[in-house]
């Protein structure tokens, strides 16, 4: 397995595995898939931030990815990023997710970022909250019912995992640099 960086040529690929998610799982309230051009848009955004956008590729073949994001788009959150995580459905429970989230977040430690935040479709959904608390994540809170999706009420679940020493030091690195709104 490879562990890359995603790049422009990928784009297909990933909007398959994401819309595979959003047409039958509850990871992400997403409904209608997105194109491969929302999905390299995304791509553009998150590595414009210098952020992390990672992929795994197995025999040529895309397995799944992982990125960071900035967590909201104000200032005072330039610290703090949120992950997103999708595996290939035959592709699940190989490690895959581990080796793409553990990437990003060894990249994330690098820019030195204190917070990574993981906003999680469905208290049911095991392999996420599993995944999460494997590589280091905290459970800090669940909104219930926030969601609506596949004919019923969906919760999320509120992970979280400091880097660099979280919040026992002050700043040491710019953080991201956020417009605002
Ligand atoms: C959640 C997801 C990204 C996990 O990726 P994965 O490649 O299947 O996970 P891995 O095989 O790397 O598992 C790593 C660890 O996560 C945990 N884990 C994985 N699947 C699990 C499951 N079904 N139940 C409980 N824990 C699980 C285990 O601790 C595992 O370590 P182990 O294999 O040593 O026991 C993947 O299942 C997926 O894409 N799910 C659908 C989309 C989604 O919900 N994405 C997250 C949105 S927030």
Redesign the pocket.
Same mark, same amino acid.
């Given at each position: 397995m490879i562990i890359r960086p995603a790049a422009a040529r990928d784009a297909e690929a990933l909007a398959g595995?994401y819309g595979h998610?959003v047409l039958h799982?509850?990871?992400?309230f997403e409904e209608v898939p997105p194109d491969a051009a929302w999905m390299e848009a995304k791509r553009r955004d998150v590595t414009g931030h210098g952020l992390p956008f990672i992929v795994a590729e197995r025999d040529g073949r895309v397995l799944?990815y992982?990125y960071a994001g900035p967590y909201r788009p104000r200032p005072g959150y330039r610290f703090t990023v949120e992950?997103?995580?999708?595996?290939?459905?035959d @592709?699940?429970?190989? #490690?895959?997710? =581990? %080796?793409v989230?553990g990437a990003v977040l060894a990249a994330c430690e690098g820019l030195g970022l204190r917070q990574v935040v993981?906003?999680?479709?469905?208290s049911g959904? @095991?392999?996420?909250? #599993?995944?999460h =608390? %494997?590589?280091g994540f905290e459970q800090t809170g669940v909104g219930r019912s926030v969601g609506f999706k596949h004919g019923r009420w969906v919760d999320i679940v509120h992970m979280q995992k400091a880097l660099n020493g979280g919040d026992t030091r002050a700043p040491d690195a710019p953080g991201l640099t956020l417009g605002g709104a």
């Open positions: 595995i998610h799982g509850f990871g992400t799944g992982a992950d997103s995580v999708y595996i290939a459905p @592709a699940v429970g190989q #490690g895959v997710g =581990r %080796a989230l993981a906003v999680i479709g469905d959904n @095991a392999a996420s909250i #599993g995944l =608390r %494997a590589l």
